[in-house]
Every structure is written in structure tokens, then in C-alpha cells.
């Protein structure tokens, strides 16, 4: 039995807001739909938020600008790509616009995920004032998965609480005034589709329609048509009367002094027999004390104010990630939250948001975007082929359909491909079943097939190289040069050992081709004591020292049985104590679980620990729970941070498999506590 009161943990750390903050407005969702409100409770004062905007958003949410008047899209395989020496023959990669300049960022741009409506408070047809209310508090009640909020307009009183039903992308209010008597309205409008940050252009009203086609007594269907894509919102109350006040403009009035009211946003129309409101709030409350009080969990008593403030990164991130990463597509690096990279989500960026559920045990949230793989093979296996490699590439920025943004640094990067590998295992170790095996047997199959087909003989060394052509996980390098980075070496050994274990594991043969390349790797490249970006970077910590460094992955996020224990502890120590690294101003929110994993895995916890709250601009976590990036306008916001740490905070906790030192991130004066925690694999 836990000796953990989660409940109390949890609700410790439940945020609070009493005035317009606009860098923590507060969200709800359920992986697959969110939504994120001003103090009002919903979207009343949209235009304050600047920071981080105030979005309806879904993962079915996408939307292509027609390429040209009569061609709605341009294909993808028609366009220009750049040649590269891989040292043996010229690789293609779209890479440079050359003669398709519009073709090239129209690829970029689309598809793109927009927002789905705003939902806001008017009074007479009219905008509420802000000056007008007083009294304002609100709160995020995180063991519910509900926002709560109290104001008092003109002196009246109002009360709301909003919540997402965990089956569906319904979202539902409860509103409690005397004001909904004299004239208090909710409000829906609808932009435009736009692909950048706000995912939202308020002036092109005549480029879309809204329509209603129902409007019964408890039930009105919106059909919203916007180019060659199509939605619907229904709105169901139990008292409102909804009327058109404009081309895209709703409003929802009450008689009563408290109204119930859902808005059910969908790529087809609705059922008929819609959840009532009460039952969504009912498996609201369920869904949230059921997630808290399953898998994983972790409780620091000690440590002082750097363990509250630990704790709550940790709380925050589960409720985070669990709203905006645990859908049925990889999530963008802003989530359901806004726009970032037009709402397109990058492929090397899932570990980050995602493997630590299965560590969590709770590997039913990452398996949900597993599928993706699966259903984009025959994409990556293409893109493979055209480039002359056997198997799977899987791609880096892009959408449902799995095809690769053009990009200078992009189709360039390959850290990604092991990462499904890593994915298949981790849900394996929280559910060892051979249903699991044969689900991902393939993924894993393919993905190392490419591995081993894309390595080459170096044949002064007799060893196998990784590059060129390839830009590291630390992006700030020349694909022409870049050879044998020491966190992609690592990878590489790591994901064929793993696809060899899972052949074993299915009763076949280990394949010797696969553990005779991964033997003769390359080394890891070395100088002065500290391991290097890559082969020919020796200037790594002069010229180079920005950006995420990577290196340190190769023993923390991975086994690190090709590293050197004593040459990577002085490596991380360059990166932490020696100024030898930009750390301060030129890393990401990510880099900081990074340095976590490996000081743990090199027996140094107090560095895990100062790793994952060190004072940087990039490592601050808002009272809403992101991870904020600095003033970075178009990325204020960086999932992969809040996921990391829970990464972090596992291996902190659990180890590896063969760790016998106990909790060995956490220094012994620390209180620790812990439960069904699983450790990270060390194939």
C-alpha cells in the first residue's frame, strides 16, 4: 500500500491566478483537445494574453492554404532536392528552395493547425471591460483536471468552472451569476485559419463561412468551411438560446441565474445522443483522480525550498503533458497550446514530450501516438528509397502525413531514428507482452534496417561512420563536415542491440550484420579530456560551445557503453562549472534533463539536482507549470523542457537496469519517496 498521500501532493501545487497574467494563462484538455482561458474562465480578454496566446485547439485541427487558385496542393515528391556526398555516391535531401521558392515554403507552411473558435463573455452584444472586475480568483484544480473561477462584474458576482470531457473534444462551462439575468452572454467567434503563432487571422471574414443549419431548443450545429476543410461545432445547454449576431459570431443567452453549456468541436457532425453534462463531469473527476493515483509517482519531503520548487516542476509537467502530449500524433513543441513551427511537430522531439509515461507506467499515453508510425512507413520507407537506404527514415518536421518540411537543418537530422526503437521498448518493459512485441515488431524492424543501411565503411579505419551528410542533435553544424557525432554513435549502438533483443525475443535469429556493424562504430571522438560535438569538431568548447549539448546524451538519456566514465564526467563538468559552454543564455529547456541524466548515471546527484533547477533563462517554469524560453516570441513555451524533467526525475529515481545505488540522482540528505517508477533500459 502507497505511504503516498497523492492527493495532498497533488493539490499542493494547484496554481492560482488572481489578476491577468499573461505569461500564465491556465489550460484544460485531454490529450487530444485543449483549451486555454483568460482569469474569466474562458477567452474574454483574448488580446491581453500576447504572451501566450488564448487557443481552441485540436489534434484533427489542420488546414492547407490552396497552393494556387486551381490546385489545391503541390506534391511533395515533385520538388527540388539538394545532392550530398555521403562519401561513396550523392544522397538527395530538401534542403534549398534553388528554383522553387514558393513551392518551398508552401510546403513548409502547410498543413498547419488552426484555432478552432474563442469563447468569451460579452455583456449586451458588447466586450467586457477589464476595469470593471474586482475580486478576481482563480485556480487550476489539477486533481480534477478543472479551472475554477470567481470575479465580480460591476460588483456582481460570477462564478465559472471549465473543464474538457476526457472522451471527446467537448468543452463545457458552468456559469453561476445574477448577471446571465441582466444580460451576460457567452460569445463564440470564429477567425480565419492562419499558421502562425496565434493559429488565427481575425480580418479575412469573407475567407471562411460559419453556418448554422440547427438550432433546436437544447441543441445548435455550427458548420464551419474554410478552403477545402471542413468542422463542426454543436453547442447543447439546458437553458440557452444561441443567435447569429454576425457572418462569424455566436452568442449563447440565458433567463437563469446558472447555465450548463458544452461546446463539442469536431472534424464530422456529432452524434445525436450526446454526453450529458453531468456524466463529462462526473469522468472529468474520474479521469484526473484516476491519473494521479495510477503509475508512477514521486513525493519530496526534504531538500528544502529547491525540492518544493523540483516538486512542483514535476506535479505541473504530468498535468501539462498530459493534456497537450498524450494524443494520437506526436505533439508540437508548444503542444495544443499555439502555433509554434506552424503547429507542425518534430519527430526528434517525441522522446522529450513522451517516453517518460511508459517509465511512469503509464505507457497506454505514449502507445496512443504509436500508431502514427505505423501508419506513415510507407511514406518513410519512400523517402528511404529515394535516397538509396533500405528500411525506414523517419522524417523530422511535419504533420499526419509524415512527409519532411523543407528545411536546411531538418531533413538533415537523424537522431530521430532510433527513437521508435526506444519507444517499442519502453512500453514493453511497463507491459512485457508478446501482443506488444507483434504490435511494434515491424517499426522496430525497419527503423534499424535503415540504421545499418545508412552507416558507411570508412576505409582508412576499417570502422563504420555516421556522416557525412548529417547535422547533429546540436544543430549548429556544417552536414559536409559532420562526422561521427558522439551522441548519434552512441544511439546507433543502442537501437540495433535493442532491434536485435526484440528478435530474440520473437524466437529468431539475431541478425550478425547488424551486431557486426554496430561493433566496429566508429569511436566516439575525444580532445583534451572531453568528449567532442563530432569527428571533426575540435574547437567544440571554443567555437560550438551553444546549443544543446548533446554529448552529454551518449551517458544519460543512453547506457553510454561506448563512453568513458572518466572522460564524461570531465565533459559535463566543461559544460557546467568551466564556462566552457553557453549555458546560460544558449541552451533549451530540454538541455537541463539532459545534464540531470547523466550526473545521476555518473554518480554525481547534487549535479543531477542543480542540472534540473539551474538558474537559466531557458530553465525558468511559470506558475502555470511551462517551461518558458526566455522572451522567445514565437517559442515562449517548450514542452520538451516539462517532459524531460519527468524523464529525469525518473532515472533520478529508478535508475537502470543493473543501478544499485539507491535513488541515485537524489543526494542522501534528500527525502525522497517514490513508487512504480520503472528503471531506464541499458541494452
Known amino acids: 500500500m502507497s505511504n503516498i498521500n497523492r492527493k495532498a501532493v497533488v493539490e499542493r501545487f494547484s496554481p492560482e491566478n488572481t489578476g491577468i497574467d499573461r505569461y500564465s494563462p491556465f489550460s484544460v484538455g485531454n490529450g487530444e483537445f485543449a483549451f486555454t482561458c483568460d482569469i474569466t474562465g474562458m477567452q474574454t480578454f483574448y488580446e491581453k494574453y500576447d504572451f501566450i496566446p488564448l487557443c481552441t485547439m485540436a489534434n484533427w485541427g489542420w488546414h492547407n492554404h490552396p497552393y494556387k487558385e486551381d490546385q489545391p496542393e503541390f506534391d511533395h515528391w515533385k520538388a527540388v532536392r539538394t545532392l550530398y556526398s555521403n562519401s561513396k555516391r550523392l544522397v538527395p535531401y530538401l534542403t534549398h528552395p534553388d528554383s522553387q521558392e514558393y513551392e518551398y515554403e508552401w510546403l513548409r507552411r502547410n498543413p498547419h493547425k488552426f484555432n478552432l473558435g474563442r469563447i468569451m463573455f460579452m455583456l449586451h452584444g458588447e466586450p467586457l471591460e477589464e476595469s470593471r472586475l474586482t475580486q478576481i480568483r482563480q485556480k487550476l484544480e489539477l486533481y480534477k483536471g478543472e479551472i475554477e473561477s470567481t470575479f465580480r462584474y460591476d460588483g456582481i458576482p460570477v462564478s465559472v468552472r471549465t473543464f474538457v470531457d476526457p472522451k471527446t473534444d467537448t468543452l463545457s462551462f458552468e456559469v453561476d451569476s445574477p448577471l446571465l439575468k441582466e444580460g451576460l452572454q457567452i460569445g463564440l467567434k470564429f477567425p480565419a485559419p492562419d499558421e502562425e503563432k496565434w493559429a488565427a487571422d481575425w480580418k479575412k471574414e469573407s475567407a471562411h463561412v460559419s453556418c448554422i443549419f440547427r438550432n433546436d431548443k437544447h441543441r445548435t450545429d455550427i458548420m464551419r468551411q474554410m478552403d477545402n476543410d471542413r468542422y463542426y461545432v454543436s453547442i447543447l445547454s439546458d437553458n440557452g438560446k444561441v443567435n447569429k449576431l454576425s457572418d462569424h459570431l455566436f452568442t449563447v443567452r440565458s433567463e437563469c441565474e446558472k447555465i450548463k453549456l458544452s461546446f463539442v468541436f469536431s472534424k464530422e457532425l456529432a452524434k445525436e445522443d450526446m454526453r450529458a453534462f453531468d456524466l463529462m463531469n462526473k469522468e472529468c473527476v474520474e479521469y484526473w483522480r484516476d491519473y494521479w493515483e495510477s503509475g508512477g509517482f514521486i513525493d519530496i519531503r526534504g531538500g528544502g525550498d529547491e525540492g518544493r520548487e523540483l516538486e512542483r516542476r514535476i506535479i505541473l509537467s504530468q498535468y501539462l503533458t498530459a493534456i497537450q502530449c498524450a494524443g494520437s500524433l506526436p505533439p508540437a513543441e508548444t503542444g495544443l497550446t499555439f502555433n509554434s513551427w506552424h503547429g507542425k511537430f518534430h519527430l526528434e522531439m517525441h522522446w522529450w514530450h513522451c ?231 544558449q541552451t533549451w529547456g530540454w538541455d537541463f534533463p539532459v545534464i540531470a541524466m547523466t550526473a545521476a548515471r555518473l554518480n554525481m546527484p547534487e549535479d543531477a539536482v542543480k542540472g534540473l533547477l539551474y538558474p537559466a533563462a531557458k530553465n525558468v517554469y511559470l506558475n502555470c507549470g511551462h517551461n518558458r524560453q526566455a522572451d522567445k516570441d514565437q517559442l515562449p513555451i517548450y514542452l520538451p523542457g516539462n517532459g524531460g524533467i519527468l524523464a529525469a526525475a525518473a532515472l533520478m529515481c529508478a535508475g537502470w537496469d543493473g543501478c544499485k545505488t539507491d535513488k541515485p540522482g537524489f543526494p542522501e540528505s534528500w527525502d525522497v519517496h517514490f513508487e512504480n517508477i520503472l528503471p531506464f533500459p541499458n541494452n
Not at 517518460?356 to 502507445?367: C, I, N, S, T, V
Not at 561521427?484 to 530474440?504: D, I, K, Q, S, V
Not at 567555437?543 to 546524451?553: A, G, I, Y
Request: hydrophobic share 40%; aromatic share 12%.
Open 355 to 585: 517516453a517518460h509515461f511508459a517509465l511512469w507506467q503509464k505507457p497506454q499515453l505514449l502507445a496512443r501516438s504509436m500508431w502514427y508510425y505505423k501508419a506513415i512507413m510507407p511514406v518513410c520507407s519512400r523517402l528511404a528509397g529515394m535516397q538509396g537506404y533500405d528500411g525506414v527514415r523517419w522524417t523530422k518536421m511535419t504533420d499526419p502525413s509524415g512527409l519532411d518540411s523543407p528545411s536546411g537543418i531538418g531533413p538533415l537530422l537523424i537522431w530521430q531514428q532510433p527513437h521508435p526503437i526506444y519507444y517499442a521498448e519502453l512500453i514493453y518493459r511497463a507491459q512485457p507482452e508478446k501482443s506488444v512485441l507483434e504490435n511494434y515488431f515491424d517499426i522496430v524492424q525497419e527503423s534499424a534496417k535503415f540504421m545499418t543501411s545508412y552507416m558507411t565503411l570508412n576505409e582508412k579505419t576499417g570502422r563504420y561512420d555516421l556522416g557525412p551528410a548529417l547535422i547533429p542533435a546540436q544543430e549548429n553544424h556544417s552536414p559536409d563536415i559532420a562526422v561521427n557525432p558522439t551522441f548519434e554513435l552512441e544511439y546507433w549502438r543502442f537501437g540495433l542491440a535493442t532491434a536485435n533483443l526484440w528478435r530474440e525475443r520473437m524466437g529468431l535469429e539475431r541478425i550478425k550484420e547488424w551486431d557486426e556493424k554496430a561493433s566496429l562504430l566508429a569511436d566516439a571522438p575525444i580532445k583534451d579530456g572531453v568528449y567532442l560535438a563530432h569527428e571533426h569538431c575540435p574547437d567544440t568548447f571554443e567555437k560550438f560551445n551553444r546549443d544543446h549539448p548533446s554529448m552529454l546524451m551518449a551517458k544519460g538519456m543512453l547506457p553510454g557503453k561506448i563512453i568513458d566514465d572518466e572522460i564524461m564526467g570531465s565533459t559535463l563538468k566543461a559544460v557546467m562549472y568551466e564556462g566552457k559552454w553557453q549555458i546560460d543564455t
